[in-house]
């Protein structure tokens, strides 16, 4: 391949022994020696190997070097760019090498941890440090790409992780808009009765939190409103957001409640009392909304249906209905964005042999939450699906549709404790007899297995076995008319029938039904199962691959409540300190379009997976946009005219790597002649 | 619409009942039912107890006969221990090349081959519902079984395990509360009850192993029906038919119960509804006598309280049903039902 | 009761579990077991299992091969699907039930012999004939294990012979040497491995 010719450069080698991780398999003197003899004409001026480069003397060797020996360019050979790229760069830019004039090939993930011929090892080693070499030469001093952080964060979900975030950033005194989808904030904790292991009522920890998010100077509360487009990147994103219609007149509403009052037509409510209790078409899902303001349900409301009634708007004292209220659009520019959009309930309908939606007295764990809870449908009553009737035994089936292949094959983390929560309740409510059907007892939080304990302390019945069957067809005459539960108790090895009342089952938790949609909005990745992928599941559960956007919360995956507003005062921690830099430097390794060669056809655009690659429709050329291009390099390798080059990873340079991986003769018959 | 058609042992004598009314349905829905040249024994569930090479080859025969005839790739089997034999063994050996080899070596010594895939192995119920359809069998309907509680019984292999070359259809109705016969029944004009126990076990051979045991599982079953004042149990399998019919009686004798729940074939009742002659179905050759529950076709039988569930107003309200039986709904309301 | 010596490898001869994965078809996912017990839950003829199917898989790993082909669990299998069709790690119980069926008679070891013997009585008639012939194979039964209670299901004989249900000769194919060709080049490849 012909190249310009280029100034010879002045090239250090360094093999790392990683102790015996590498120089177990690899000749590390043999390499080096190879290194600085052959690749000398290449420009090599020392060639060095040393036991761990990463360490503070290794680095200092490199640095030493570099001003001894003028160096012009580094090659390391050693671990994986993904762990000590950054400390190697770090040590050239101490010494005033440029970093990114520094190179690191990996001779231990792609050599000595995945052969066993050593010989073969060596060889290959030298190879790829070769390539390092060849490449090097054509790397360009970069400089970090600036880009200024906009003050104002969005925080997408107004549960209890997303009010977190919200807090913490209006706490520092940042400006946050929090939009939520549903008529007020406060999400599933707002349905539960009590929390555990504390059984702290969960409304009364929870409202306290929203009515300050609600009345916080700094937050803008955009309720029954969901985000409809994301344009721009970190420290600059424009967000379109859509306000949908209440029908109401927030400036006029006082919240009074004559209007759900006067209202006559009653719906099943299926999302805050979980279908078990009713709602009008005019409401409020519950009394501590945040914010107060009442929404109309159009597809139920016997005027905007029939285009009769207008009852609310007859008795509201202020004149606050507006049936004429259309949807606003709100754009508003942030410089981070937090998505805690959280999770939905396992629809246990699914799994038929449990009998939810047959079987009258089969609930799901959040429908027995609207029933324990004192605001709920039955005023705390725990009574079965008749309204009435206390029931004497009860049943709970815990992993319904987790940890199971043919639903959900994860562990939804919290129905273990939820289930023991539920047999709690159920005891102190009803004093029925309590039988908890389980596979394991997932204890792991503070103050958890103490919970345990104590359930074990009330007298309920432990039963380890995943449940078979939940059935009305009773064998005997004390199975008549009643449910019973199926399952195989494995610690006594005999399969038993449990005539009980009442079963409830603590079903999973899965991602929202829209999750993959929203995901791509914000373009961020989505794992097969619908949860959000985390930057490192060790050590970064808050930030994405995509600069500037966040996660809190059950949309990263299924957790309690204290993990939830961790991860969210995690979350908001990062983007607080963001703002405070008020720059941010991106990596320089990006792509970049030749205009002058692109000839408009457009794959690369919707190849983007950061969404970065816009077009000019007046100039019919694409250009990217330098701040969301992650380097991917999938542009660079569609463009049909080859009219993109990734800086950092140009043609050239990997060419040129190519040619220096060749250079070692690696084949089997070179390997007999040389041994 | 032209099948292949596997009867299985039991249709020739025990189940000729079985037999007899399928053909004559066919008839009028144009459904033509080519008999395997030569057919042997699926092996039920007992040849793969001993045997398992030879038992995929033992089926593979006729896969091949049935192949013989290269119009014709679809094969109807009417028993659900054939229907599954004849599925599982057609899908093992699609999704392993060893296996196929194996058994097309052994077929070779007979003479024989078959390539996976090329037979397509449907329930006879699942022609009935889905290549029929439920709008022609309502058109031909001249006498509804009005008045008649039936309970629907599926029995298990013809459900379970779900299984199929085809990711889309791993099974042609649900494992756990199938519904296509229960819409069938409706179609017929019948009432159906909602039979909890209708994709269990009847047990199979257990009553040559341990008839208590066996005794047990039927008990189970027509208790399960009598409970829900069914007149008669429907099903689709030889097998079920001859365990809730034939052992109905010492089932009786053990428990000191006295049921008689009789156990037709859905295709001896589709001709009733067509208005068929009963003795031409084989309805009589049943042990417990069908016919003093079907002199009610046509009289209006009053439903005892205990069966009907009113909603009541204190009450809690229930989940909707998953919706899963959309195009039958939809053809009731096209059909006035 | 003494404790069990638990050795995978057993100076390189094959544990039971890996003969039990081997001679069953496909992926049969045995090792996944979690012990969760849907499969003894569910299992209609469950209770009059010496040891549910969950049990008998902990014994498999457990390599007490003895126990398990001894243990009735496999001939009490109706075969309905119920556990494959719910396990939520995707075994193929059924086909394993199969499996230690064939081990048990292949090596002669089970307790109650109803079951086999019934088994191989069916076969007989399937492999002279080419189909199954009921008559034949209640009559060698009862004869063999069942005699006392012949006088239980004598009404249910005669109802069947009274009905016209009961075939009182073997139908024979036409193509049975063929079908006998079959199944011994079967049987001889299955040996071979």
Known sequence: MKTEKIPQQRIGVYVCHCGSNIAGMVDVDDVSQWAGKELAQDGVVISRDYKFMCSSLGQELIEKDIKEHELTRVVVGACSPHLHEATFRTACARADLNPYLCELVSIREQVSWVHTDKQAATEKSKAIIAGGVRRVVHHEPLEPLHVPIHPASLVVGGGIAGIQAALEIANAGYPVYLVEREPTIGGHMAQFDKTFPTLDCSACILTPRMVEAGNHPNITLLTYSEVEKVDGYVGNFVVSIRKRARSVKEDLCTGCGVCWEKCPKKVIDDVFEAGLGYRKAVYTPFPQAVPKYPVIDRENCTYYQKGTCKACEKFCPTGAIDFAQEDQMITVEVGNIILATGWQLFDPRRIHNYGYGRLANVFSSLEFERLSNAAGPTSGNVVLRDGKTVPKSVAIVHCVGSRDKKYNSYCSSICCMQSLKFAHLVEEKTGATVYNCYIDIRTPGKGYDEFYQRLLEEGTHFIRGKVAEITDAGRTTDEEGKIIVQVEDTLIGKQRRLPVDMVILSAGLEPQPDAKEVAKKFGISCSADGWYIERHPKLDPVATMTEGIYLAGCVQGPKDIPASVAQGAAAAARVIGKIQQKEIALEPVRATINEDQCSGCRICNDLCPFNAILFHEDRMVSEVNPALCQGCGTCVAACPAGAISGTGFSNEQILSQVEGLLMVNLSKEAAISQG | ?337 | MTTIQYTQKNNGKKSFLEEVIELTPGKSNLEMCIQCGTCGGSCPSGADMDHTPRAIFQMIFAGMKDIVLKSNTPWYCVSCYYCTSRCPQEIHITDLMYTIKRIAVKENVYDDTTAPDFSKTFINWVENYGRSFELGLMSIHILKHTRLKVFKITEMGMGMVTKGRMSFTPNKIKGLTDLKAILAKAKELEVAG
Not at chain 2, 71 to 78: M, N, S
Not at chain 2, 197 to 223: P, S, W, Y
């Open chain 2, 1 to 337: 619409m032209k099948y292949n058609y596997f009867p299985g042992c039991s249709l020739e004598k025990n189940a000729a009942a079985y037999d007899v009314s399928t053909k004559a349905i066919a008839d009028p829905f144009g459904l033509e039912l080519v008999e395997i040249e030569d057919w042997n024994c699926c092996g039920a569930t007992e040849y793969i107890s001993l045997n398992l090479l030879a038992s995929y080859a033992l089926v593979a025969r006729n896969l091949a006969q049935a192949s013989k005839n290269k119009d014709l790739t679809q094969t109807i089997a009417p028993c659900s221990a054939c229907y599954l034999n004849l599925r599982k063994t057609d899908k093992y050996m699609y999704e392993s090349s060893d296996l196929n080899q194996k058994v097309n070596t052994a077929l070779a010594a007979g003479g024989l081959s078959y390539k996976p895939g090329t037979q397509k192995v449907r329930h006879l119920l699942d022609v009935v519902v889905n290549d029929i359809g439920f709008e022609k069998i309502a058109e031909k309907v001249t006498k509804p079984l009005t008045g008649l509680r039936i309970a629907p019984y599926y029995g298990c292999m013809i459900v379970r395990p779900e299984l199929s070359i085809s990711k889309d259809s791993l099974s042609f109705d649900d494992p756990e509360h199938p519904t296509t016969l229960d819409e069938l029944l409706k179609v017929l004009g019948a009432e159906v009850v909602d039979y909890p126990l209708k994709a269990n076990c009847c047990g199979g051979h257990m009553t040559q192993i341990n008839d208590v045991t066996a005794f047990e599982l039927l008990h189970r079953l027509i208790k399960g029906a009598a409970d829900y004042q069914a007149d008669l149990i429907v099903t689709l399998c030889p097998m079920c038919q001859f365990n809730l019919d034939a052992f109905q009686g010492p089932m009786n004798r053990h428990f000191g119960t006295k049921f008689s729940m009789p156990v037709l074939y859905f295709t001896q009742m589709i001709g009733l509804a067509l208005g068929m002659d009963a003795k031409k179905l084989g309805i009589g050759d049943e042990l417990i006598d069908a016919r003093p529950v079907l002199a009610k076709i046509g009289v209006q039988v009053p439903i005892p309280e205990s069966a009907k569930k009113r909603p009541d107003k204190e009450a809690l309200p229930m989940p909707s049903p998953l919706k899963n039986s959309e195009n039958i709904s939809k053809i009731k309301e096209e059909i006035g039902q």
